[in-house]
């Protein structure tokens, strides 16, 4: 039998539709939260743009809401892989705040970071569309709204990224 891993996705990775496509044996457990945190859209990309990344803070007031996957441990050098480990992003365990208790996670959090980034649309729509499914506070659902984004001057790569979403409406 081989052994899962828990995964904190806070960002893009939220929206199960891609993890699946990225990691396909990634099975939702449902919403957590990670205390200490905020999520901040200031990952400089390889492609120039901002990515999320929950930063430390260490004020427990500060809440980053997210959702708890348990993923193959095969796959783990997928999901390194996919989220630049060692190239923009390293692996942090997690508490993460869940309706059944406290549950430690892999997540990853930013190592280039430029608070000029903005993200482009296409990955915004990712990070908003994954909290809407899965029920993330309204509050905050309109706070991931209200970020800035960018068009992507890269036209075919937003949509290759969007294709997921066709026939969708957009939030």
């Known amino acids: 039998m081989t052994q899962v891993f828990s995964y904190f996705a806070y960002g893009?990775?939220?929206?199960?539709?891609?993890?699946?496509?990225?990691?396909?044996?990634?099975?939702?457990?449902?919403?957590?939260?990670?205390r200490g945190h905020q999520l901040r859209w200031h990952k400089k990309s390889y492609d120039g743009s901002g990515k999320c990344d929950l930063f430390f803070t260490?004020?427990?007031?500060?809440?980053?809401?997210?959702?708890?996957?348990?993923?193959?441990?095969?796959?783990?050098?997928?999901?390194?892989?996919?989220?630049?480990l060692h190239q923009g992003y390293d692996e942090k365990t997690v508490e993460v705040v869940t309706a059944s208790g406290v549950?430690?996670?892999?997540?990853?959090?930013?190592?280039?970071?430029?608070?000029?980034?903005r993200p482009y649309e296409w990955y915004k729509r990712f990070v908003v569309e994954g909290a809407i499914e899965y029920g993330l506070p309204e509050r905050y659902v309109q706070e991931l709204q209200a970020i800035e984004s960018i068009e992507d001057p890269d036209v075919q790569r937003a949509l290759r990224e969007t294709r997921i979403f066709e026939g969708r409406i957009i939030p």
């Open 58 to 84: 260490a004020d427990d007031h500060h809440l980053v809401h997210g959702v708890l996957f348990e993923i193959s441990g095969l796959e783990k050098p997928l999901l390194d892989a996919i989220e630049g």
């Open 103 to 117: 549950i430690q996670a892999v997540t990853y959090c930013a190592t280039v970071i430029d608070d000029a980034v």
């Open 12 to 34: 893009s990775n939220m929206c199960t539709n891609r993890l699946c496509e990225r990691t396909p044996s990634a099975r939702p457990v449902g919403m957590g939260a990670v």
